[in-house]
Every structure is written in structure tokens, then in C-alpha cells.
């Protein structure tokens, strides 16, 4: 596990690191309530689909474990929890690792055996069924995440290995590792992977305007890693992919998703949809790695999905620490400035979809998953259950 963590937890106590103040100083913030992770999502001082979902999963298990629940029967301790949960649900809702995450806790709530139990017996085991689930959310993310990077690496050099020893480089968007998950990524994951196998030859990030999560998050893993990276803008892109054309030494293009739906469209965040068309074009491999708890099989196509979006200051202004005479940063201090009139109209998605046609390979920690001869994607062999409970049915 890399010595990066966005998440700090022990049964009560709850840290979260606070990315906005990356990759200049590292903070944490005690969270003890709903209405602290609720804050800690929307201003994006947590991001990443998996890191979101588990925040606000342990978030109110510390509630519940430090007494904040005060109902007495069964169904007002599940309606209790029921209704704190969907209250977090709504900090970030294209995200579906949040909802999925919320589906479980209460399904397993409701399967506490509290038959013929007191009160205060049948209170005390859904609360424990709650605890326990939650903290099972954690662990499983980052058995996921190694999962996805060791099949997301073998699957890249199967598609590049035309001799030993063959290196590929890679091209992520946004941030997609420790500090958007459990511990070691998704999408960076595999860059990981690559590195920690000999495989890498070397990684580009994009900046990822307007929130900057490459330039400031994924390039301060890559430095802290020790992994060969490079920081390019957004806009440059096509111009990299065409330089390394002849030679072929941009493998693939590697990102994670906000939400994968069942044919195969994926959510993630804006700029994807742009680097899969170019990927395309330059006969670039496009990789999504998506571990399964970001599949919503119920949305049958990407226009199903909610697109949010952001406040209009992300595009017109922009703060950071700052640069003094002599060069050095100073994180103490911090300045807000505009880069744009303040009068002029803003549209701000913060994702985009990228139609399954431009998809190369989705990467879970069941494996990879390949387009049928339709051209859509089949997650049946990688979530059987969820399949038959959700498809089969319909």
C-alpha cells in the first residue's frame, strides 16, 4: 500500500485529507459527523468516486459508534440510519459509488437478526451490523484497487509485448489514485502496477482544468512515487499523441469513471470524453478502470446519467499557496485571484460521457471486460449476482 492516505480510520475516529491545500501542505480533518463529511464532499476537500463513498459510509458509522443515535426500537434505528444516509447521497450524485455504497449499508441493517431480541439487544446489533459494514467498504476498496492494477497492467503489456522487456507509456486524466480511494488507485493503479513491475516507461498527467486535480494531486503522487511522469495541459494532448505516433510510444490512455452503465457508457470527470475521441484517432488503446461498485447496471445508457455542475468561480478564479521571491512555496499563505471578467457566463460540468464505442477495455477487480460483437460491454461475468438481480429481472 503506498504510504499516501486520504483516509485515516480507527473504530470512532475518523481523518480525512484535505486536498485542497495540496500539494503544499498535508492536513487532515477530523470528521465525527454526517454534516462534516457532507461538507468535506461537496468542497471537494475529498474526492474520487471510492474515497467518497467510504468517507461518508465511516463518517456515520463514527456517529453511531460515538452515541449520536438516539432511537430505541429496530425500525426507528433503521429509519434513523435510512435517513442520515440519504442525506450524504446527495453531496456528489453522479458519483455511484456513493449510492451503491448506501444500497449496501442498508440492506445490511435490515438483515440483522433482531428476532425476539429486547430493545436495547436488537438496537445495539443493527448498529454493530452498520459499524461492520461500513468499515467491510474499506477494506474490500483496497483488495479492489491491487485487483485492478495487476489486471489492468497484464492486460496493457498482453496488447504491447511484441518483445521482452517491452515498456509502455501511459496518459491518465484527473486523480485516480491513494488519494481518491482506499490506498494504491484505479486508474493510477495500474500505472503503479506498471512501475512496480518494470513495465512503465513513463506516465503523463493532464492538468485537468477547471479543479486542477492532475497538476496538483496526480503529479504529487507520481513525484512522491518516484514514478517518470510529465504535467501537460489538457489542451496539449492531441499534440503528444501525434508526436509519439510514428514511434508508438503512448500505449494507452488510463482513467477511472464516476459511473460506468450498463452498455458500457462511462461518467468521469470532464475532458475524458475529449481524450477518448483523440485516443481514438491516434489508434491509442482507451482503458477505463472501474471497480464494479462504480457499475450502475440499472441506467441502460449514458444518457441516463445526472451530469453535475459546479460553481462558476472554478473557471473565473483560482487560489493557491503562495510563491515567494526566492522561489519556495509558502502554504501559510494563500491568495484568490481572477483569470477571467467576472461578468462573463459560465457552464461548468464536472464530468462528461464517453460512449462505449470509444472504450477499449473496462478494468474491475474481476477482470477485464471486453465488448460483445453488439459493441456494448457485458458485466455479467465480472458481478453475476447484481447481473441476475438487476438484468435478470427485467
Not at 182 to 205: M, N
Not at 207 to 234: C, H, K, M, W
Not at 325 to 341: K, L, N, Q, W, Y
Request: glycine share 8%.
Amino acid at each position: 500500500m503506498s504510504g499516501l492516505q486520504a483516509i485515516r480510520y480507527s473504530r470512532g475516529k475518523l481523518e480525512v485529507l484535505d486536498q485542497l491545500r495540496l500539494p503544499h501542505e498535508e492536513h487532515y480533518d477530523v470528521v465525527s459527523t454526517s454534516e462534516e463529511a457532507f461538507d468535506c464532499i461537496r468542497s471537494m476537500r475529498v474526492r474520487g468516486a471510492p474515497a467518497i463513498a467510504i468517507v461518508a459510509a465511516l463518517a456515520h458509522s463514527v456517529e453511531l459508534h460515538n452515541g449520536r443515535c438516539s432511537a430505541d426500537t429496530a425500525q426507528e434505528v433503521i429509519s434513523h440510519i435510512d435517513s442520515r444516509l440519504d442525506y450524504l447521497k446527495a453531496s456528489r450524485p453522479t458519483a455511484v459509488d456513493l449510492s451503491n455504497a448506501i444500497t449496501l449499508l442498508k440492506t445490511a441493517i435490515r438483515a440483522a437478526r433482531v428476532e425476539g431480541l429486547a430493545h436495547p439487544e436488537a438496537r445495539e446489533t443493527i448498529l454493530n451490523a452498520y459499524i461492520q459494514a461500513a468499515e467491510a467498504i474499506l477494506e474490500k476498496d483496497l483488495y479492489n484497487n491491487t485487483q485492478i492494477g495487476t489486471y489492468g497492467a497484464n492486460w496493457l503489456q498482453e496488447q504491447y509485448n511484441a518483445r521482452p522487456g517491452h515498456k509502455i507509456s501511459v496518459l491518465t486524466h484527473c486523480n485516480t489514485g491513494s488519494l481518491a480511494t482506499s490506498g494504491h488507485g484505479t486508474a493510477l493503479g495500474i500505472i503503479r502496477t506498471l512501475h512496480q513491475e518494470g513495465l512503465l516507461q513513463h506516465a503523463y498527467c493532464t492538468e485537468t482544468r477547471p479543479y486542477n486535480q492532475g497538476s496538483r494531486l496526480t503529479s504529487f503522487e507520481l513525484v512522491f512515487e518516484r514514478i517518470p511522469a510529465t504535467l501537460i495541459t489538457d489542451s496539449m494532448v492531441g499534440a503528444l499523441f501525434s508526436q509519439h505516433r510514428e514511434r508508438q510510444s503512448i500505449g494507452a490512455v488510463v482513467v477511472g469513471a464516476d459511473r460506468v452503465v450498463r452498455n458500457g457508457d462511462t461518467a468521469n470527470k470532464i475532458g475524458t470524453y475529449t481524450l477518448a475521441v483523440l485516443a481514438r484517432y491516434h489508434g491509442i488503446k482507451f482503458v477505463v478502470a472501474a471497480p464494479t461498485t462504480s457499475i450502475d447496471l440499472e441506467t441502460k445508457t449514458g444518457a441516463g446519467i445526472k451530469i453535475e455542475e459546479r460553481r462558476r468561480e472554478e473557471m473565473t478564479q483560482i487560489s493557491g499557496a503562495v510563491v515567494n521571491s526566492d522561489g519556495t512555496v509558502d502554504p501559510r499563505r494563500t491568495e484568490r485571484v481572477a483569470i477571467a471578467d467576472q461578468r462573463i457566463g459560465v457552464w461548468n460540468p464536472a464530468f462528461d460521457v464517453t460512449p462505449h464505442a470509444l472504450i477499449d477495455a473496462i478494468v474491475t477487480e474481476n477482470g477485464v471486460v471486453l465488448k460483445r460483437a453488439d459493441g456494448e460491454f457485458n458485466f455479467k461475468e465480472v458481478m453475476p449476482e447484481r447481473w441476475a438481480q438487476v438484468v435478470g429481472r427485467q
